[in-house]
C-alpha cells in the first residue's frame, strides 16, 4: 500500500489529458504533484486546476522529456525546490496514427523518444533516492498497444510494448535491489482525451472508450494499493491468453474485434483554434 498523503508525485506531460487529471486525484489524496511538460504555459492552466479543485499548490516544470540533459536539469530544480518525488510516472506520450510508409522517420524517432527513452531517462534521475531510502513508486503509463500490435501503430505500439518490457524488467530487479520500490504498468485502451480522436470501437460494450476521469482515478487507487499492472478494461486482460492461438488465428480474433480498423478515421489532437 503507498499511502500518497505528504508525498511527492512526479508526473510527466502533467499540463493535459490524463496527466492532468492524475495530479488532481493524487492532491485530493494529499499528496504534492510536481509537473512536468514541453512549456511553462501550457502548465500554467494545470496548476490553477489542482488549486481549484483540491486546494493543493502543485509545481510545475517545462521539461522535454526527451532531452536527457533537460530532464537532469528538471530534476536538480525538483529535489532543490520540492524535494526526492515518492512517486514518478511516466506520462507523456505521443501518437503518429498512421502506416508505416506515410509515418516519416522523425515521426518515428519522436515516438521512441518521448514513449520510450525518456522512461529510462526520467526514471533514472529519480530511482537512486529511491533505492537508497527503499521506497517509492515508478508508474509506467503504456497501452493495450504494449500488448498488441495494431494497424496504424507500428511505431506506438512497438514503443508500447517497450514499456511494458521496461516495467516488467525493472520491476524484477527491484525486487532483489529494493524490495519496497514498486512498479505498476497502465495499459489502457483508448480514452477520451483527444490523443486518439476518431478511434471508433467496433463493440463499445466489450471494448468501450475509456473516460479520462475514471481512468486517472483507476490509476491513483492502483498506486494506493501497489497494483502492480492495472489494463483496463478488463478484455483486454484476456490478451496474453489469446497469444497461444497460431498468429493468423489471433490476427482473425483482432480483425473480428474491429481492433485493425479502430485507427481507419484517426485524427488525433485537434489543431488549437
Ligand atoms: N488517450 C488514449 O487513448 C491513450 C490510450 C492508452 C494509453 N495512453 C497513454 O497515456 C498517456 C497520456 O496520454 P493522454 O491521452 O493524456 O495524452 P495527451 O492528452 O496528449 O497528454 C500527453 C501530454 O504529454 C505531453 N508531452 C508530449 N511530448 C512531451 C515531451 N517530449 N516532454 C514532456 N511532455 C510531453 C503533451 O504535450 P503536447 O500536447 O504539447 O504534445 C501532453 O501535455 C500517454 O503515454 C499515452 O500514450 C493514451
Redesign the pocket.
Known amino acids: 500500500m503507498t499511502d500518497v498523503r505528504g508525498r511527492i508525485a512526479l508526473i510527466?506531460?502533467g499540463?493535459?489529458?490524463?496527466?492532468r487529471l492524475l495530479a488532481v486525484e493524487l492532491a485530493s489524496r494529499g499528496a504534492t504533484p510536481v509537473l512536468?511538460?514541453?512549456d511553462e504555459e501550457?502548465l500554467e492552466p494545470a496548476l490553477a486546476d489542482v488549486r481549484a479543485r483540491t486546494g493543493v499548490t502543485a509545481r510545475g516544470f517545462a521539461?522535454?522529456?526527451?532531452d536527457r540533459e533537460a530532464v537532469h536539469r528538471a530534476a536538480e530544480l525538483v529535489r532543490a525546490e520540492v524535494g526526492d518525488p515518492d512517486v514518478v510516472v511516466n506520462?507523456?506520450?505521443?501518437?503518429s496514427g498512421s502506416r508505416l510508409l506515410d509515418t516519416p522517420d522523425t515521426a518515428i524517432e519522436r515516438t521512441f523518444a518521448?514513449?520510450t527513452l525518456?522512461l529510462y531517462w526520467v526514471t533514472k534521475a529519480f530511482l537512486p533516492a529511491m533505492v537508497a531510502r527503499n521506497r517509492g513508486h515508478v508508474v509506467t503509463?503504456a497501452?493495450?498497444a504494449g500488448l498488441v500490435g495494431v494497424a496504424r501503430q507500428t511505431d506506438y505500439a512497438a514503443s508500447k510494448h517497450a514499456a511494458v518490457g521496461f516495467d516488467e524488467s525493472l520491476r524484477v530487479e527491484l525486487h532483489t535491489l529494493a524490495p519496497r520500490v514498486v512498479t505498476t504498468v497502465v495499459c489502457?485502451?483508448?480514452?477520451d482525451?483527444?490523443?486518439?480522436e476518431g478511434v471508433r470501437s467496433r463493440f463499445p460494450r466489450l471494448l468501450p472508450i475509456l473516460h479520462q476521469d475514471d481512468v486517472a482515478r483507476r490509476i491513483a487507487l492502483a498506486i494506493e494499493r501497489d497494483r502492480r499492472q492495472l489494463v483496463l478494461p478488463p478484455l483486454v486482460r484476456f490478451l496474453p491468453l489469446l497469444r497461444v492461438l497460431p498468429p493468423t488465428v489471433f490476427d482473425r480474433v483482432m480483425d473480428v474485434l474491429g481492433v485493425n480498423v479502430s485507427m481507419d478515421h484517426f485524427t488525433g489532437?485537434k489543431p488549437p483554434a
Do not use: E, K, Q
Not at 482525451?193 to 486518439?196: K, L, P, S
Open positions: 510527466t506531460g499540463a493535459a489529458g490524463i496527466g512536468w511538460d514541453l501550457r521539461c522535454d522529456v526527451t506520462n507523456a506520450g505521443v501518437v518521448v514513449n525518456a503509463v497501452s493495450a489502457p485502451y483508448y480514452i482525451t483527444g490523443m486518439f489532437h
